[in-house]
């Protein structure tokens, strides 16, 4: 439940909001779309996540037949959730999204083996968290198994802390500029 969760009092950003384009450390182009919601973004997200590697599954998600995904999709991309893709042309390299959780949204990141350790994951979610303060999100949480130490790493430097840490995953949380520009 979102009031069990602590949320640091000090406001995080500002992320730029998408679209932003970059070039990769291999040297790709890539950029970083909101989902409007087309058949081509769906069957894309598909794709990519029926090529997701099982190793990198975590808390049981992604799903890991072509069913499963497509239902969790559904779920995912609802139009009350935010979600960012991350195109290298017309392929899907990664994905994250917002789900709102009460009044508060959980936030989930997954990155293309191929496309790993590129910065890409790290663009993909300040553009959610930019995208997000624009659409007046303000208190984000999410989950990372302890021993994930790159991605506590990342998520600290973008500015989430440890709001709890008495299971197996840690959750963290930060808090947005949303509404404040008023």
Known sequence: MSTDRHYPDEIAGPFEAPPIGFEDREGREIEIRAYEGTDEEY????????????????????????????????????????????????????????????DVYELAIFVLQTYQEAGIGTRLM?????????????????????????AVGLYKKIGFEVSDSESFELEMAIRLGAGEEE
């Open 43 to 102: 069957e894309a997200l598909a794709s990519m996540y029926v090529a997701f590697d099982p190793s990198d599954r975590a808390q049981g998600i992604p799903p890991s037949d072509e069913k499963r995904i497509r239902e969790w999709l559904d779920n995912i991309l609802a139009e009350e959730c935010l979600n960012v893709i991350a195109w290298d042309g017309d392929q899907a390299a990664g994905h994250a999204t917002l789900v709102p959780d009460e």
């Open 126 to 150: 300040k553009a959610l968290l930019g995208y997000g303060a624009e659409s007046g999100v303000e208190l984000v949480w999410l989950t990372v198994e302890r021993w994930n130490k790159a």
